[in-house]
């Protein structure tokens, strides 16, 4: 079992920037796929175990990305040109049975962080 511990989630004005970082203590993180969710189900981004694959839902593509540093057994997402529908809570995930995946599904991640609020005002 990995321990996430998620950082970067505050309050910001439309059109602004902010990082998500996740990081994992206990357990390497390059034995596991990564994902982020909005409200635990709605999926936002996802990265393999060595980032050479990512996947992205369709509205953040373009303003969002996905990075993993394994060496600092941390995850990121950095979100560019926020919007109001942005908002919610933000959690990061590990699947650490399929690695080399990157999927979009809730159901295949085992581990989750505690969850951050993310709140963007117009």
């Known amino acids: 079992q990995v321990l996430l511990v998620e950082s970067g989630g505050r309050p910001v004005q439309a059109g602004a920037p902010l990082r998500r970082s996740c990081t994992a203590i206990?357990?390497?993180?390059?034995?596991?796929?990564m994902g982020w969710f909005r409200q635990r189900r709605q999926f936002v981004a996802s990265i393999n175990y060595n980032?050479?694959?990512?996947t992205y839902e369709d509205s953040v593509k373009g303003r969002f990305t996905i990075s993993r540093d394994n060496a600092r057994n941390t995850v990121y997402l950095q979100m560019t040109s926020l919007k109001p529908e942005d908002t919610g809570v933000y959690y990061c995930?590990?699947?650490?049975?399929?690695?080399?995946?990157?999927?979009?599904?809730?159901?295949?991640?085992?581990?989750w962080g505690q969850g951050t609020q993310v709140t963007v005002s117009s």
């Open positions: 995930a590990a699947d650490s049975l399929t690695p080399y995946a990157a999927y979009n599904d809730s159901s295949w991640y085992d581990d």
């Open positions: 980032g050479r694959l990512t």
């Open positions: 206990g357990q390497p993180l390059s034995n596991s796929g």
